[in-house]
């Protein structure tokens, strides 16, 4: 059974960076697409970053220049470095993975997520 875990969430600054980690466990393949969400209370969950399995990544405007994701195939790792982080980036953290169809930063799009992991940015 493939599962995904979340790690990196933690408090920081405004200004400061995080890197978060995605593994995939039971899972010998490559993803499609791999993707990070994230959401905060009463709000839908937003996809910031996604990357295709050869290396092609789109962001969301809010992250664009700041966030960068990328992956470690053969450990079946996702990153998602994100740097200048703002108050606005406090969420909660999810990885996705197992793309169907649609837009990479849909999350209609992922049957498979992980935990989430929580960023608190405080100014």
């Known amino acids: 059974q493939v599962q995904l875990v979340e790690s990196g969430g933690g408090s920081v600054q405004a200004g400061g960076s995080l890197r978060l980690s995605c593994t995939a466990s039971?899972?010998?393949?490559?993803?499609?697409?791999m993707a990070w969400f994230r959401q905060t209370p009463g709000m839908e969950r937003e996809g910031i970053a996604c990357?295709?399995?050869?290396?092609?990544?789109v962001y969301a405007d809010s992250v664009k220049g700041r966030f960068t994701v990328s992956q470690d195939k053969a450990k079946a790792i996702l990153y998602l470095q994100m740097n200048a982080l703002i108050p606005e980036d406090t969420a909660i953290y999810y990885c996705?993975?197992?793309?169907?169809?649609?837009?990479?930063?849909?999350?209609?799009?992922?049957?498979?997520w992980g935990q989430g992991t929580q960023v608190t940015v405080s100014s």
């Open positions: 996705a993975a197992q793309f169907t169809s649609g837009s990479c930063l849909s999350g209609d799009a992922f049957s498979l």
């Open positions: 039971g899972y010998t393949n490559n993803f499609m697409y």
């Open positions: 990357i295709s399995n050869i290396g092609y990544a």
